[in-house]
Antibody, heavy 122, light 107 residues
Framework: QVQLQESGPGLVKPSQTLSLTCTVS??????????WSWIRQHPGKGLEWIGY???????YYNPSLKSRVTISVDTSKNQFSLKLSSVTAADTAVYYC??????????????WGQGTLVTVSS | EIVLTQSPDFQSVTPKEKVTITCRAS??????LHWYQQKPDQSPKLLIK???QSISGVPSRFSGSGSGTDFTLTINSLEAEDAAAYYC?????????FGQGTKVEIK
């Protein structure tokens, strides 16, 4: 059973780069068949999909964040990562990693990590 | 981008009552619509996939229906443990999007 766990700094200064890692256990990223996503949730608000990566390294980013987002994968560590540059207070949110089976008509997110709160503040 | 609009935003319900949450898409998405439950301080949990398909381990009082642009999540005979926020999600086209959420409170 695949499990996901986010890790990274809980506090980032404005204008700096937010960096998070998601460690996958119970399955191998390199086996293929899954997209690996980052999703965020502003305090008390709804969910925003940031983007995903396939094990090959191909990515898709939400156009709303595309200019600042990089998602990468390290199959040797069974991890994928998020970098968000030039952060402001508006990037304060709980960040989740999640996976979804690759399918022509898209698919649901399951499982999700527990989420990690990142606060942007000086 | 496909916009998902849920209604209502908030609902206060008595136990054993029936709850209906709707999700309307700004364009047709077939059946590529999924529902999640999120309890306070927890990550979202998948409730229904592809508009109406049940998920193993999810109580049978949760059901979904709809296709195209109009979808419904129904909770039959609400229980206290169902107090949560509920979100719809479309995977039909990129970027993937979520509804704004519906908070269900137990009276």
């Amino acid at each position: 059973q695949v499990q996901l766990q986010e890790s990274g700094p809980g506090l980032v200064k404005p204008s700096q780069t937010l960096s998070l890692t998601c460690t996958v256990s119970g399955g191998s990223i390199s086996s293929g068949g899954y997209y690996w996503s980052w999703i965020r949730q502003h305090p008390g608000k709804g969910l925003e999909w940031i983007g995903y990566i396939y094990y090959s390294g191909s990515t898709y980013y939400n156009p709303s964040l595309k200019s600042r987002v990089t998602i990468s994968v390290d199959t040797s560590k069974n991890q994928f990562s998020l970098k968000l540059s030039s952060v402001t207070a508006a990037d304060t949110a709980v960040y989740y990693c999640a996976s979804q089976v690759v399918a022509a008509s898209g698919n649901w997110f399951d499982p999700w990590g527990q989420g990690t709160l990142v606060t942007v503040s000086s | 981008e496909i916009v998902l609009t849920q209604s209502p935003d908030f609902q206060s319900v008595t136990p054993k009552e029936k709850v209906t949450i709707t999700c309307r898409a700004s364009q047709s998405i077939g059946s590529s619509l999924h529902w999640y439950q999120q309890k306070p301080d927890q990550s979202p949990k998948l409730l229904i996939k592809y508009a109406s398909q049940s998920i193993s381990g999810v109580p049978s009082r949760f059901s979904g229906s709809g296709s195209g642009t109009d979808f419904t999540l129904t909770i039959n005979s609400l229980e206290a443990e169902d107090a949560a926020a509920y979100y719809c999600h479309q995977s039909s086209s990129l970027p993937q999007t979520f509804g704004q959420g519906t908070k269900v409170e137990i009276k």
